[in-house]
C-alpha cells in the first residue's frame, strides 16, 4: 500500500489526472480519528481507512508536512470481537505520529 501511495503522489501510478483525483478523494477522508489524529495542523493527512467491523480497523495515508516533507503510511491491525474500537483507532494515530516523528529526525 505504501508503495502504491509513492506511485500515486507523483502521478506514476497511472494518469496524471486520475491520480489527482485519488489525492483529492484521500484529503477529503471522513474518518479522522485514526491517522490523522496523530497530527495537527498544519499538517495534512490524506487517508484511506478500511474495516470489518470488530476485526479489522486498517488506514493508508500521506502525510505532509509544512517543510515539504511527505511520508506514506499504512497501519494495519487485527483485533478479537468486542475490542475498544475507540483505543484502537486512537493507536493507529499515535504509532503513525511517532513513526513519522521518528524519519523526520533521522532525516535532519
Known amino acids: 500500500m505504501v ?3 509513492r506511485l500515486i503522489w507523483p ?3 497511472g ?3 486520475a491520480c489527482r483525483r485519488v489525492r483529492a478523494v484521500m ?3 471522513l474518518t479522522r480519528h485514526r491517522i490523522a489524529s496523530g497530527f495537527r495542523r498544519p499538517v495534512q493527512v490524506a487517508a484511506k ?3 470489518l467491523v470488530g476485526v479489522v480497523r486498517n488506514e493508508i ?3 505532509s508536512c509544512p517543510d515539504g516533507r511527505r511520508y506514506a503510511a499504512a497501519v494495519f491491525t487485527r483485533s478479537r ?3 475498544d474500537d475507540v483505543a484502537i483507532s486512537a493507536a493507529i494515530g499515535t504509532a503513525t505520529a511517532r513513526a513519522v516523528a521518528a524519519l523526520r529526525q533521522e532525516g535532519s
Open 3 to 5: 508503495d502504491l501511495l
Open 11 to 13: 502521478d506514476r501510478a
Open 15 to 17: 494518469p496524471a489526472a
Open 27 to 29: 484529503a477529503r477522508q
Open 49 to 51: 481507512s478500511g474495516s
Open 61 to 63: 495515508g500521506v502525510i
Open 81 to 83: 470481537p468486542g475490542s
